[in-house]
């Protein structure tokens, strides 16, 4: 069974960073797409960042971000290949949000922040950013 655990969330004010970490296990596949999304109350769930990671591919492979977090948050893949982190710097009090991480098999590949294509999520972390 896969199971996957967010850390990281916080408060912190805008401006401020925080790094999220997803530490995945059970998943049996060599390779697949793990991404972050987050919600507000009331709203859909909307993707945030993936990467695709593989095994033969030290520090991930191909990553998508969302528009709004270009340029601020960067997504990468620890060397045990089973964690996955969300650096983001430069905060808004818009990117508060309850922050999942998710996996699914295959590529990411355009459709990546589908959520509906993701079999497997976390519990969540709650980011709070102040203004």
């Known amino acids: 069974q896969v199971h996957l655990v967010e850390s990281g969330g916080g408060s912190v004010q805008a401006g401020g960073s925080l790094r999220l970490s997803c530490a995945a296990s059970g998943y049996k596949y060599s390779s697949g797409c793990m991404a972050w999304f987050r919600q507000v109350p009331g709203k859909e769930r909307e993707g945030v960042a993936s990467i695709y990671t593989n095994i033969i591919l030290p520090n991930g492979g191909t990553t998508y971000y969302a528009d709004s977090v270009k340029g601020r948050f960067t997504i990468s893949q620890a060397n045990t290949k089973n964690t996955v982190y969300l650096q983001m710097n430069a905060l808004k009090p818009e990117d508060t949000a309850m922050y999942y991480c998710?996996?699914?098999?295959?590529?990411?590949?355009?459709?990546?922040?589908?959520?509906?294509?993701?079999?497997?999520w976390g519990q969540g972390t709650q980011v709070t950013v102040s203004s």
């Open positions: 998710a996996i699914r098999t295959g590529a990411c590949g355009d459709a990546w922040a589908l959520n509906s294509r993701y079999p497997y």
